[in-house]
C-alpha cells in the first residue's frame, strides 16, 4: 500500500483525519525532511526515509519499491500532494510501467487556501494557481499564463514565487500584470502558514516589495474587485451590502 498524503500547511490542526489515520497506518514514511520534521510527533517508532530537495524520482521509486515489498509506505507532501506535489509523478510511475502497487491519495489544505483565510477573504470569486518555478516548466509558458489569467481578471495566487536562484520571477510577473491590474490592486502575503514562523502583510500592486518574500510565501493578486479593509483582503462575491 502506497499512500500519497497531503499534509496540510504545517501544523497538525490543519491536517485531516483521513491524513492522520493513514499516517498511523504506514510503517515507513518518506519526505523532503521538512516535511517529515512537521509530522515527527506522528512518526515516533517508524522508519523515516527524508530526503532532500530535487530528486523527485528518485524518492517515488524508492517509495514505490517499498510498498511492492509489502510494507505500508506512506509518501508526504506539504499542502495538497496533487498540487505541485508527487501525487501525479507517482501515478505517472505506477501507470506507465503498469506497476502492482496500490496507490491511495489523501487530499490535503494546499497553501493558497490556508493563506487567503489568514488575510480575509481574497478567493471569493474566481482564482487560479500559478507556480513561478522553471525548473520543470519553460519560463515563456509560465508568462504566458500570468497574462492570460491577468487579463482574464483572475485571482491569481503564486506558489514559489521567489528563491534565490529566481529572485527576479516575482517583479516579472507583477510588470507583465500591470497593463491589465490596477496599481491599487491588493497584494496578500503570507509566509509559513501555519507554522512558527508564520508572517503575513497586505499591499499593493504598485507598492510591493519583492526583498521579504521567498520560497515559504504564498501571493495572492486581487481582481478588480478586490478591496482591503480593516487589515482584511476582501473579493466581493458580488452580494449588495
Ligand atoms: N503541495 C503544496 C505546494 C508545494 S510548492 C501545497 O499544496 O501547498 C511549494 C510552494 O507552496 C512554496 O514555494 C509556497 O509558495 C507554497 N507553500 C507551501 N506551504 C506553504 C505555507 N505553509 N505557507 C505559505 N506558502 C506555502
Known amino acids: 500500500m502506497l499512500y500519497v498524503i497531503g499534509i496540510g500547511p504545517g501544523s497538525q490542526a490543519t491536517m485531516t483525519m483521513e491524513a492522520l489515520d493513514a499516517i498511523n497506518d504506514a510503517e515507513v514514511i518518506v519526505g523532503y525532511k521538512t516535511y517529515t520534521h512537521l509530522v515527527k510527533a506522528l512518526t515516533v517508532g517508524k522508519e523515516v526515509i527524508k530526503t532532500g530537495m530535487c530528486k523527485e524520482i528518485e524518492r517515488c521509486l524508492a517509495a514505490i519499491e517499498l510498498a511492492q515489498t509489502g510494507k505500508k509506505v506512506a509518501l508526504i507532501s506539504s499542502g495538497d500532494a496533487g498540487i505541485y506535489g508527487m501525487a501525479g ?36 470569486h474566481d482564482f487560479c494557481h500559478i507556480s513561478l518555478s522553471d525548473l520543470l516548466t519553460p519560463w515563456e509558458v509560465i508568462e504566458k499564463r500570468i497574462i492570460a489569467a491577468a487579463q482574464a481578471d483572475f485571482v491569481i495566487c503564486f506558489y514559489n514565487p521567489r528563491s534565490r536562484g529566481r529572485a527576479d520571477h ?72
Open 89 to 124: 509523478l507517482i501515478l505517472e510511475l505506477v501507470t506507465k510501467q503498469n506497476l502492482d502497487v496500490e496507490v491511495r491519495l489523501i487530499p490535503g489544505m494546499t497553501a493558497s487556501i490556508s493563506a487567503a483565510s489568514l488575510l480575509g477573504a481574497p478567493l471569493m
Open 170 to 241: 516575482l517583479e516579472r510577473a507583477f510588470e507583465l500584470m500591470k497593463p491589465f491590474k490596477a496599481a491599487a490592486t491588493p497584494v496578500g502575503v503570507v509566509k509559513s502558514a501555519s507554522r512558527k514562523k508564520q508572517e503575513k502583510w497586505i499591499t499593493t500592486l504598485g507598492d510591493m516589495d519583492f526583498e521579504p518574500v521567498d520560497m515559504t510565501s504564498l501571493v495572492i493578486v486581487g481582481n478588480q474587485s478586490t478591496y482591503e479593509q480593516n487589515g482584511l483582503m476582501i473579493t466581493p462575491r458580488g452580494y449588495e451590502v
